[in-house]
């Protein structure tokens, strides 16, 4: 061997020593110092910390029925799918779960960085036959994990869902709102969409819980390693009385459906709001056409495309024109401005000129009624007394005494979001104003009013001019029932009118229940009723019936309950919204006295 080779050897076998001694070195100080290091990440890759869903908090009417509540359910998720395994799964799933493998590829992608955390891939519960399908074929399923979760269940299916809203999946936007808000919520969680269910989100919501597992190294759990149990959410009890929800929920659909045996095709929408005046409690909350919150997300794409809208709360977000309910501030305003008193008669000739070009105006059918004082002019709704009137207040003074109880602006319920503020007819600076339009104000045309604002109305009438803040959700308490939070009644307004000005209103509102008043059918009812009905143009060519409308309250002289009736083309106010506030009082007062 040459001394250059040897030279090359000699450099070859140092290095190959230098290299071990290198490589000896790295793994001891691994073993050595590294050893608590690289265990701790080898129990991290063998231990999931997987979420435990809290329950959301039960919601109670006002005398301890259970109105929303959740039971179990099996959800599909996904935990630690590997890339070259998804295309089958998702093929498979989709088939399983009856959905678009591009609906569930786009789950998995919106949450690929959230590790270890499960992707759910359904919202609403699989059925038994779906996870013994899944645990069957679990060799041939990696990653596809069945967890059981709370799901919402409302008790009475459609009673009160536009009041109790509904839950659904959370959307970008609100997932983004909520982390903006500092409030952790995952991708695949549900969230209340409408009703207290959204607005009351916050103590609804429980804390999740974690569950702390070993897997093996195909991602299968092999033990529970510890567990922190979910907190539930706070429980709401609400003003709503369900006895008189029902009751409302089906008076009205009765008279739908009498009034489409008789011919009227145009009928089946509207709304009931029961009110105590002495609080503010809303108590019923009638919207119909109404949607079953249990298969919301099944039947979402039938119910956004209805042309009836179901989704719409009526009772805070349909403005109707108010017609002669109205009437009650004509008759404060003249009373209060000292324009007429409870003994001033006005005669009625069934049509007249009030304004020089402008054209007669009448009564219904042209009716005669003579000589009326206002308590008779209520009684019958007279158009001819309140035109006078109206010539005589003023649109001004209308506006303003109609603003007092509340027109034209929200009535402060804070429980519900998308209430409208309604319209009122009135003279605008700068804008021509006709003489004859204080005549179409003075008889509700012209102004609109949502079934709430109605109530509030009855309500305001009914106590004497306190105007308290509706609201819906009585008490918020954790799950031991200690109290959380308490909702006390709370005035907005009070009208300090004359006595006698209230004496003539309620006594007029109280002749329209007997007799020879435009709700006469009340007379025969359990308590004493004081109302007043309307009736409100929708167009002039007439091929639209009438929205029909009754304001009142019971009993008369102690009220209990402020009621509002919108019957949308149900005709005249005796036609439709009469029937309907009449079923109501005389089954709860029925069943009271019984």
Same mark, same amino acid.
């Given at each position: 061997?040459?001394?250059?080779?040897?030279?090359?050897?000699?450099?070859?076998?140092?290095?190959?020593?230098?290299?071990?001694?290198?490589?000896?070195?790295?793994l001891?100080?691994?073993?050595?110092?590294?050893?608590?290091?690289?265990?701790?990440?080898?129990?991290?890759?063998?231990?999931?910390?997987?979420?435990?869903?809290?329950?959301?908090?039960?919601?109670?009417?006002?005398?301890?029925?259970?109105?929303?509540?959740?039971?179990?359910?099996?959800?599909?998720?996904?935990?630690?799918?590997?890339?070259?395994?998804?295309?089958?799964v998702?093929?498979?799933?989709?088939?399983?779960?009856?959905?678009?493998?591009?609906?569930?590829?786009?789950?998995i992608w919106?949450?690929?960085?959230?590790?270890?955390?499960?992707?759910?891939i359904?919202?609403?519960?699989?059925?038994?036959?779906?996870?013994?399908?899944?645990?069957e074929?679990?060799?041939?399923?990696?990653?596809?994990?069945?967890?059981?979760?709370?799901?919402?269940?409302?008790?009475?299916?459609?009673?009160?869902?536009?009041?109790?809203?509904?839950?659904?999946?959370?959307?970008?936007?609100?997932?983004?709102?909520?982390q903006?808000?500092?409030?952790?919520?995952?991708?695949t969680?549900?969230?209340?969409?409408?009703?207290?269910?959204?607005?009351?989100?916050?103590?609804?919501?429980?804390?999740?819980?974690?569950?702390?597992?070993?897997?093996?190294?195909?991602?299968?759990?092999?033990?529970?390693?510890?567990?922190e149990?979910?907190v539930?959410?706070?429980?709401?009890?609400?003003?709503?009385?369900?006895?008189?929800? #029902?009751? !409302?929920?089906?008076?009205? &659909? *009765? %008279?739908?459906?009498? $009034?489409?045996?008789?011919? =009227?095709?145009?009928?089946?929408?509207?709304?009931?709001?029961?009110?105590?005046?002495?609080?503010?409690?809303?108590?019923?909350?009638?919207?119909?056409?109404?949607?079953?919150?249990?298969?919301?997300?099944e039947?979402?794409?039938?119910?956004?495309?209805?042309?009836?809208?179901?989704l719409?709360?009526?009772?805070?977000?349909?403005?109707?024109?108010?017609?002669?309910?109205?009437?009650?501030?004509?008759?404060?305003?003249?009373?209060?401005?000292?324009?007429?008193?409870?003994?001033?008669?006005?005669t009625?000739?069934?049509?007249?000129?009030?304004?020089?070009?402008?054209?007669?105006?009448?009564?219904? #059918?042209? !009716?005669?009624?003579?000589? &009326? *004082? %206002?308590?008779?002019? $209520?009684?019958?709704?007279? =158009?001819i007394?309140f035109?006078?009137?109206?010539?005589?207040?003023?649109?001004?003074?209308?506006?303003?005494?109609?603003?007092?109880?509340?027109?034209?602006?929200?009535?402060?319920?804070?429980?519900?979001?998308?209430?409208?503020?309604?319209?009122?007819?009135?003279?605008?600076?700068?804008?021509?104003?006709?003489?004859?339009?204080?005549?179409?104000?003075?008889?509700?045309?012209?102004?609109?009013?949502?079934?709430?604002?109605?109530?509030?109305?009855?309500?305001?009438?009914?106590?004497?001019g306190?105007?308290?803040?509706?609201?819906?959700?009585?008490?918020?308490?954790?799950?031991?029932g200690?109290?959380?939070?308490?909702?006390?009644?709370?005035?907005?307004?009070?009208?300090?009118?004359?006595?006698?000005?209230?004496?003539?209103?309620?006594?007029?509102?109280?002749?329209?229940?007997?007799?020879?008043?435009?709700?006469?059918?009340?007379?025969?009812?359990?308590?004493?009723?004081?109302?007043?009905?309307?009736?409100?143009?929708?167009?002039?060519?007439?091929?639209?019936?009438?929205?029909?409308?009754?304001?009142?309250?019971?009993?008369?002289?102690a009220?209990?309950?402020?009621?509002?009736?919108?019957?949308?083309?149900?005709?005249?106010g005796?036609?439709?919204?009469?029937?309907v506030?009449?079923?109501?009082?005389?089954?709860?007062?029925?069943?009271?006295?019984?």
């Amino acid at each position: 061997m040459t001394k250059f080779m040897l030279k090359r050897l000699r450099v070859f076998s140092a290095l190959v020593v230098l290299v071990t001694m290198v490589l000896t070195a790295r793994l001891a100080w691994l073993q050595i110092y590294q050893y608590d290091h690289y265990l701790a990440r080898a129990e991290t890759n063998r231990m999931r910390d997987l979420p435990i869903g809290a329950p959301r908090g039960e919601i109670f009417d006002r005398n301890g029925e259970l109105l929303v509540g959740n039971r179990p359910g099996f959800v599909v998720s996904i935990l630690d799918l590997s890339k070259r395994d998804q295309p089958a799964v998702v093929a498979y799933l989709s088939e399983l779960l009856e959905m678009e493998e591009t609906d569930i590829s786009t789950k998995i992608w919106d949450q690929r960085f959230r590790s270890f955390a499960p992707i759910r891939i359904t919202t609403k519960p699989v059925s038994n036959k779906v996870v013994a399908q899944i645990e069957e074929r679990r060799i041939d399923l990696p990653g596809v994990i069945v967890e059981t979760q709370p799901m919402r269940y409302y008790t009475n299916d459609n009673l009160a869902a536009h009041a109790l809203g509904y839950v659904g999946a959370i959307s970008r936007e609100q997932l983004q709102q909520m982390q903006e808000q500092g409030r952790y919520y995952r991708g695949t969680d549900s969230i209340g969409q409408s009703g207290v269910e959204k607005t009351w989100e916050e103590l609804l919501r429980g804390q999740d819980g974690t569950l702390r597992v070993e897997t093996n190294r195909y991602g299968r759990r092999i033990r529970v390693l510890a567990k922190e149990d979910p907190v539930p959410g706070h429980n709401l009890t609400l003003t709503l009385d369900a006895r008189l929800q #029902n009751i !409302a929920e089906q008076a009205f &659909l *009765n %008279v739908i459906a009498q $009034l489409q045996e008789e011919g =009227n095709d145009q009928v089946g929408k509207g709304a009931v709001v029961a009110m105590n005046p002495n609080t503010g409690e809303i108590l019923a909350m009638v919207s119909l056409p109404s949607y079953n919150p249990n298969t919301f997300s099944e039947n979402f794409s039938m119910l956004k495309d209805d042309r009836d809208n179901p989704l719409m709360n009526r009772t805070i977000s349909g403005a109707y024109p108010i017609g002669s309910t109205y009437k009650m501030v004509g008759a404060a305003a003249a009373l209060e401005e000292g324009i007429i008193s409870e003994q001033s008669i006005i005669t009625c000739t069934g049509r007249k000129v009030f304004f020089p070009n402008d054209p007669s105006r009448g009564c219904f #059918n042209n !009716a005669v009624h003579g000589a &009326l *004082n %206002v308590v008779q002019a $209520l009684a019958k709704s007279c =158009n001819i007394f309140f035109f006078e009137l109206g010539k005589r207040t003023g649109i001004d003074h209308l506006t303003a005494y109609a603003e007092d109880f509340g027109f034209s602006r929200t009535t402060g319920l804070n429980d519900l979001e998308g209430e409208r503020t309604g319209s009122l007819l009135r003279r605008e600076e700068g804008k021509y104003w006709a003489p004859g339009n204080v005549l179409t104000a003075a008889i509700g045309q012209g102004h609109t009013i949502t079934p709430l604002q109605l109530a509030n109305y009855g309500a305001m009438l009914a106590n004497g001019g306190i105007h308290y803040r509706p609201f819906l959700v009585r008490e918020v308490t954790d799950k031991s029932g200690e109290t959380i939070v308490s909702i006390e009644p709370e005035i907005i307004n009070q009208l300090e009118y004359k006595d006698a000005t209230w004496a003539a209103i309620h006594r007029g509102m109280e002749a329209v229940t007997l007799p020879g008043g435009t709700a006469s059918s009340m007379r025969d009812l359990p308590v004493k009723v004081a109302g007043k009905t309307g009736s409100a143009q929708v167009n002039l060519s007439g091929t639209q019936k009438a929205h029909s409308l009754f304001v009142g309250y019971a009993p008369a002289d102690a009220p209990e309950i402020a009621l509002a009736v919108i019957v949308e083309h149900g005709g005249l106010g005796g036609q439709a919204a009469v029937p309907v506030a009449k079923q109501i009082f005389d089954k709860y007062y029925s069943i009271s006295e019984e």
